[in-house]
T-cell receptor
């Protein structure tokens, strides 16, 4: 298995532009998580899905952020419009669905908003 | 408070033991985890401990849990240069809401 796949690996954009981050979870995993990592705030859970349904989006910073999971093998995190303070590494993770199970993280997308 | 806290940095010599500490907040957390992040990569699960356990050993790793003080520690025996990374503890609040600590950057000196 290729593991969790994220694209792009790096994204540089200008303030005000729309940014779309993509994630392909491991096949058979029922849970998908989006995290944001910054030096100041550490690793924050933004939203997670169970069987393609958003369960908890309380970590999404504001209305500029949205996430979708149209099917079991694909999810997007969109920022519109982007701001410099959105610069961070965004991780996608997936897991099978047992409480003790490991979350498998993707390599992350490093976003820089100028 | 809301935060899971860890010291930011730890430096040890190769061959020594490393102890990374974590203070969590939710006494009802069922599982507590240790993850490792190498440069430019995502997090990888090292080990976890169920809340009714005091200790768990897995090869060079020993996890100690003090529920009364909400304190979790990770001991790495015979630390190697390949252990240099950022280590995160995490607790689960509710169902599947993982809260990660601030991370401890471990540097192993040859």
């Amino acid at each position: 298995d290729a593991g969790v796949i994220q694209s792009p690996r790096h994204e540089v954009t200008e303030m005000g532009q729309e940014v779309t981050l993509r994630c392909k979870p491991i096949s058979g995993h029922d849970y998908l998580f989006w995290y944001r990592q910054t030096m100041m705030r550490g690793l924050e859970l933004l939203i997670y899905f169970n069987n393609n349904v958003p369960i908890d989006d309380s970590g999404m910073p504001e209305d500029r952020f949205s996430a979708k999971m149209p099917n079991a093998s694909f999810s997007t995190l969109k920022i519109q419009p982007s701001e410099p303070r959105d610069s961070a590494v965004y991780f996608c993770a997936s897991s099978v669905g047992q409480v003790s199970d490991e979350q498998f993280f993707g390599p992350g997308t490093r976003l820089t908003v100028l | 408070g809301e935060d899971v806290e860890q010291s930011l940095f730890l430096s040890v010599r190769e061959g020594d033991s490393s102890v990374i500490n974590c203070t969590y907040t939710d006494s009802s957390s069922t599982y507590l985890y240790w993850y490792k992040q190498e440069p430019g990569a995502g997090l990888q699960l090292l080990t976890y401990i169920f809340s009714n356990m005091d200790m768990k050993q897995d090869q060079r790793l020993t996890v100690l849990l003090n529920k009364k003080d909400k304190h979790l520690s990770l001991r790495i025996a015979d630390t190697q240069t390949g252990d240099s990374a950022i280590y995160f503890c995490a607790e689960m609040r509710g169902t599947y809401k993982y809260i990660f600590g601030t991370g401890t950057r471990l540097k192993v000196l040859a």
